[in-house]
């Protein structure tokens, strides 16, 4: 069965520090890979998502980056953080159906700026 | 006009209730459908997908309107276990929205 994990948990970090949150998926093959924020009682907010190795679409232009430097494999970065940066940030796949499946979570990481 | 929208709530039912959940979506070319359930500081976690026709899976039971663009989730004999934020989710092409979720509270 596909799992996904995502790490850390939680974090704390300064502001004007660098982040990087680390996501990878098991058991299948070529996902569909999405980063999003969720800030306190809010939705959910889509930051990136990936086809494939290498490929990236930003849905929102902000001092945060992702890559995908293998096929189950997704970061999400920044070089300086600001204190709006705080939230949830979670990490999806999906298979490569089509943009039409739905999505599984991993565990999230939260994120506090100080 | 929000791409999908779900009245916020809380709906705060007793146990044993049966309570409906509604949300619109706005662009008549969406082609799949989804209700989530994220818990408090937790991640949202699929519930059941939407299909046309109904369908239902044990006390939850979906329903999808395309003429209308309305999708709605109902819970049968609520259980306190229910009580979480329930989002909505429409896709089409690699578009996926989410609902920003209504709360459900469930009472003893």
């Known amino acids: 069965s596909q799992t996904i994990h995502q790490w850390p948990a939680t974090l704390v970090q300064p502001v004007g520090s660098p982040l990087s949150l680390e996501c990878t998926v098991e058991?299948?093959?070529?996902?569909?890979l999405y980063w999003y924020r969720q800030a306190a009682g809010r939705g959910l907010q889509l930051l990136f998502y990936?086809?494939?190795?290498?490929?990236i679409s930003s849905e929102v232009p902000q001092n945060l980056s992702a890559s995908r430097p293998q096929d189950r494999q997704f970061i999400l970065s920044s070089k300086k953080l600001l204190l709006s940066d705080s939230g949830f940030y979670l990490c999806?796949?999906?298979?490569?159906?089509?943009?039409?499946?739905?999505?599984?979570f991993g565990d999230g990481t939260r994120l506090s700026i100080l | 006009r929000k791409e999908v929208e779900q009245d916020p709530g809380p709906f705060n039912v007793p146990e044993g209730a049966t309570v409906a959940f509604n949300c619109t979506y706005s662009?008549?070319?969406?082609?799949?459908f989804f209700w989530y359930r994220q818990d408090c500081r937790k991640e949202p976690k699929l519930l059941m997908s939407?299909?046309?026709s109904g369908n239902e899976d044990g006390r939850f039971t979906a329903q999808l309107n395309r003429a209308s663009q309305y999708i709605s989730l109902l819970i049968r004999d609520s259980k306190l276990s229910d009580s979480a934020t329930y989002l909505c989710v429409v896709t089409g092409g690699f578009k996926t929205i989410f609902g920003a979720g209504t709360r459900l509270f469930v009472k003893a």
């Open positions: 999806a796949w999906s298979t490569p159906l089509g943009g039409n499946q739905p999505q599984h």
């Open positions: 990936s086809v494939g190795i290498g490929q």
């Open positions: 939407v299909y046309s």
């Open positions: 058991g299948t093959s070529n996902p569909n």
């Open positions: 662009n008549s070319a969406s082609q799949s």
